[in-house]
């Protein structure tokens, strides 16, 4: 029933949800003779299909309210925005297209999901024991008992098994993908001679880096006739680019002093009070969750046992001032049994506790009543565990209970009879009790700094020249930032979510307003929209470059690699010959060059001795080589090679697979203008 439980309040956010839609939509649907629009906004579109505001928003809420996500930092709002926008592919890319192909999920196969017999995901976070952790049939029954008679639970229903399909489609769809690798008798021989030959012999080198770039001349048609003919080397995603800058709000010199004084008093205060917890919460502070021992103490704080204040001290950028709330003689560690039951069971309680009070087998009772199956399979045991790591409701019975003593706690509807199994000798304890005054700006400081980004934004306004001037003006550091489409925040600003949404409604040389992001005042400018499908040539030309000066050279010193053999390569280049030693296929270098695959692999598949190669295109050297030696082993065998090369295959295939997949959909991701 916990299941059922847990899913009526996960319901209670979903209902509220849609009841909000629902006067939302009927809003809109008054039309512009209201005072109200008609659209949707466009939040995306997959596959030919638009997702609306609505669409995405619904999905977010169901997601969000079934996983139990949070949101409440950036990092895990992030999380969850990726997980909405995945469901939302999912459900209008893989699932229709794969029915589509000829997949489906017939109803033999959803009727042994929701069985358990083979276990979906999606049913198994709805309907799983959250004690145990097993999948509980019975939850399922009791839902599905009231579906008929409560319409927001067929909704829940509903979407609980759309979930459990997309997943059946999606291991099927892989399953395909599987059987359709295989990595036939020819690669299992290459892969098997590539693992048992090693190559040893000699190589002249001549590095590109030998002939100065000023010497190679590179036009402009060339760069453009390169970049056509590998254009599609260059895509990109639509993205925005600003320049921002950023006033830091620091506390100044006279907000520390005012900062130190106020901790001051309040220490004075802090020392002088009675009721040492009330004070406390007065003044926001926080009280440990556990009592700590000596050990668990730094040497300063120690004062805390002989009930004396530690603090106030200044300790990374706060004041800090801690007293005892509650000192106990309690062992160091303690062995503990128990027994976990429903609070509500009461007359089973009473009996098992006075049961066990009175001699009956302690771990009988835990194997055949205790709810939490992980300790009630040994008989109840837990072990041996610090008194530090008990909470004060079970620290304040135990710090006193005597070896083969048995108490009962009751904490958040859950009883647990606990018996003593062993104790150390008793050592001095205490619950800790801290107020922290952090060192911040006062509010006459932050309004001076907003004051300056407010000269800034003004003086900033109109041109990307001024914004720049104004930069120098007010002595701070101008920042660029490319967000990409789907981008949520920007590498090195702290929640960044506004200043994305505002890039994408704004135009190029808006200026923003004064975003307010942590402890510092944000303004930005957007410089670029580019909403097309290449990286344009400018802005790899530099690239391009380097890639014809390369080829160049390459062709420079491909004539200077002429020779009847290897010494006469050498003495004419007048370089030493290189001797290399064990150069496998899989190799990315060669003796000491790092990154020459294509070496490597010339060296690897050589089939004859002593014979002079063709000169190599290497990553950053032009070489040939000798092969003086093949040597032989028998390390790897054709079955070991065989399941090597099909475990590649397959993880290679599923990642290939969705990727090409979500590439076929054509999507496009405007959630930044929104969320």
Do not use: C
């Amino acid at each position: 029933m916990a299941s059922l439980n847990t899913l009526r309040t996960k319901y209670g956010i979903i209902l509220s949800v849609v009841i909000i839609l629902a006067l939302l939509a009927f809003i809109i649907s008054l039309g512009p003779e209201m005072g109200f629009g008609n659209n949707d906004p466009k939040v995306g579109e997959i596959d030919g299909t638009t997702i609306s505001y609505t669409d995405y928003l619904n999905e977010y809420e169901a997601v969000k309210s079934f996983t139990g996500a949070a949101e409440s930092t950036e990092a895990e709002s992030d999380a969850l925005a990726t997980a909405v926008w995945r469901s939302l592919i999912t459900k209008t890319l893989f699932t229709p297209n794969l029915q589509q192909a000829g997949l489906d999920v017939t109803e033999k196969e959803r009727m042994s999901m929701i069985s358990g017999e083979h276990l979906s995901q999606a049913f198994y976070s709805a309907f799983a024991d959250p004690t145990t952790g097993a999948y509980d049939v019975q939850a399922v029954t009791s839902f599905l008992a009231q579906v008929s008679s409560m319409p927001e639970y067929q909704t829940m229903w509903s979407y609980l098994n759309e979930q459990a399909t997309a997943e059946r489609l999606m291991s099927k769809f892989m399953g395909l993908v599987k059987a359709g690798t295989f990595a036939n008798k020819l690669e299992v021989a290459q892969g098997v001679t590539a693992s048992n030959e090693s190559r040893n012999g000699r190589m002249v080198v001549l590095p590109y880096n030998s002939i100065d770039n000023s010497t190679i001349e590179v036009s402009d048609a060339e760069i453009n006739n390169y970049y056509n003919a590998h254009k599609t080397l260059y895509t990109k995603a639509p993205y925005r680019s600003i320049s921002y800058v950023v006033f830091d709000v620091e506390p100044t010199s006279d907000d520390m002093l005012e900062i130190e004084n106020k901790a001051k008093t309040m220490g004075e205060e802090f020392a002088a009070a009675e009721d040492v917890r009330a004070f406390i919460r007065k003044n926001l502070g926080t009280v440990a969750t556990a009592y700590a021992n000596a050990d668990q103490l730094s040497e300063e704080e120690q004062v805390l046992l002989n009930g004396e204040q530690y603090g106030p001290v200044l300790k990374s950028n706060e004041w800090v001032m801690s007293r005892a709330i509650d000192t106990k003689m309690a062992p160091d560690s303690i062995g503990l049994s128990h027994i976990v039951l429903d609070a509500t069971q009461t007359e089973l309680i009473d009996s098992l506790y006075n049961a066990v009070k009175g001699g009956a087998d302690f771990a009988e009772a835990a194997r055949n009543h205790s709810s939490y199956a992980a300790s009630a399979q040994m008989g109840g045991e837990i072990g041996v565990v610090p008194f530090s790591a008990l909470t004060p409701e079970l620290a304040e019975p135990l710090a006193t209970a005597k070896k083969g003593e048995v108490v009962k706690v009751t904490v958040s509807g859950v009883t647990q009879i606990i018996k003593v199994t062993r104790t150390d000798a008793a050592k001095k304890h205490v619950l800790v009790g801290t107020i922290n005054i952090p060192v911040e700006a006062s509010s006459a400081t932050r309004r001076d700094i907003h004051n300056q980004a407010s000269i800034f934004a003004v003086d900033g306004k109109g041109s990307f020249d001024k914004f720049n001037a104004a930069a120098t003006a007010a002595a701070v550091t101008l920042r660029n930032a490319r967000i990409a489409q789907g981008e949520r925040s920007i590498l090195g600003l702290e929640s960044s979510h506004e200043v994305v949404r505002w890039a994408y409604g704004a135009n190029v040389q808006d200026i923003s307003e004064i975003f307010t992001l942590g402890n510092t005042y944000v303004v930005a400018m957007l410089t670029v929209i580019d909403d097309s499908e290449y990286l344009p040539v400018a802005e790899v030309s530099d690239m391009i470059r380097e890639n014809l000066i390369r080829d160049k050279k390459y062709e420079v010193l491909k004539a200077k690699l002429a020779g009847s053999s290897i010494d006469e390569v050498a003495k004419s280049a007048g370089v030493e010959v290189v001797p290399f030693t064990n150069v496998k296929m899989n190799d990315y270098g060669v003796a000491s060059l790092p990154l020459e695959p294509h070496l490597s692999g010339s060296i690897a598949t050589t089939a004859t001795t002593g014979q002079l190669s063709a000169p190599i295109k290497g990553y950053s050297n032009a070489v040939v080589f000798v092969v003086d030696e093949i040597v032989k082993n028998e390390t790897q065998t054709p079955e070991a090679e065989q399941v090597r090369q099909q475990a590649t295959l397959e993880n290679n295939a599923y990642q290939l697979a969705s990727i090409a997949f979500q590439n076929m959909g054509n999507i496009e991701d405007l959630r930044g203008q929104y969320f």
